[in-house]
T-cell receptor, first 113, second 109 residues
Framework: AAGVIQSPRHLIKEKRETATLKCYPIPRHDTVYWYQQGPGQDPQFLISFYEKMQSDKGSIPDRFSAQQFSDYHSELNMSSLELGDSALYFC????????????FGPGTRLTVT | DAKTTQPNSMESNEEEPVHLPCNHSTISGTDYIHWYRQLPSQGPEYVIHGLTSNVNNRMASLAIAEDRKSSTLILHRATLRDAAVYYCILLNTGNQFYFGTGTSLTVIP
């Protein structure tokens, strides 16, 4: 079965640079979520989209933005990168109805030097 | 957001059953109980979910207390591949997960 695809899998950037992470949800899923997981920490919710509209917002810094496109893929844009942005970034997708289970991608490991 | 409480860590011998508890005393009537697990450097993986009745699937069983204030994830025969952090999560809308701290399961050969 098709899974959530994330690209790139690894990304190295320098401080103050920008980064764009991409997520391709499972076909026919209408909701996409972004999570950030720092070293040794639990995943933290950043933002979600339902039918291409932002549906919920968590602890996403103002330097980050995201959108969902007409083909349902989503991109997380990160600007003015800081060392503390180094983390695993997961994308998940789901149907909007119950029981709401989310399917996660393999993640993008971002390293900021 | 409803909260869950899980032990920080548990150990199990290989090929023995494992019972992972979760308390969710503030659960609402429409909350689904989900369990996910995360292996090192991998994305969280769906394990099982339930609403009121006990559930079984190929990965595990979920036992839900009659008052729904607690649940237990049961791995019938732990293998080394089951070593992971297990998260108990409550959902009643298609919104964000609050992962909490989860239970780190160690499987001893």
């Amino acid at each position: 079965a098709a899974g959530v695809i994330q690209s790139p899998r690894h990304l190295i950037k320098e401080k103050r640079e920008t980064a764009t992470l991409k997520c391709y949800p499972i076909p026919r899923h209408d909701t996409v979520y972004w999570y950030q997981q720092g070293p040794g920490q639990d995943p933290q919710f950043l933002i979600s989209f339902y039918e291409k509209m932002q549906s919920d917002k968590g602890s996403i810094p103002d330097r980050f933005s995201a959108q969902q496109f007409s083909d349902y893929h989503s991109e997380l844009n990160m600007s003015s990168l800081e060392l503390g942005d180094s983390a695993l970034y997961f994308c998940a997708s789901s149907f909007s109805g119950p029981p709401y289970e989310q399917y996660f991608g393999p993640g993008t490991r971002l390293t900021v030097t | 957001d409803a909260k869950t409480t899980q032990p920080n860590s548990m150990e199990s011998n290989e090929e023995e059953p494992v019972h992972l508890p979760c308390n969710h005393s503030t659960i609402s009537g429409t909350d689904y109980i989900h369990w996910y697990r995360q292996l090192p450097s991998q994305g969280p993986e769906y394990v099982i979910h339930g609403l009121t009745s006990n559930v079984n699937n190929r990965m595990a069983s979920l036992a839900i207390a009659e008052d729904r204030k607690s649940s237990t994830l049961i791995l019938h025969r732990a293998t080394l591949r089951d070593a992971a952090v297990y998260y108990c999560i409550l959902l009643n809308t298609g919104n964000q997960f609050y992962f909490g701290t989860g239970t780190s399961l160690t499987v001893i050969p």
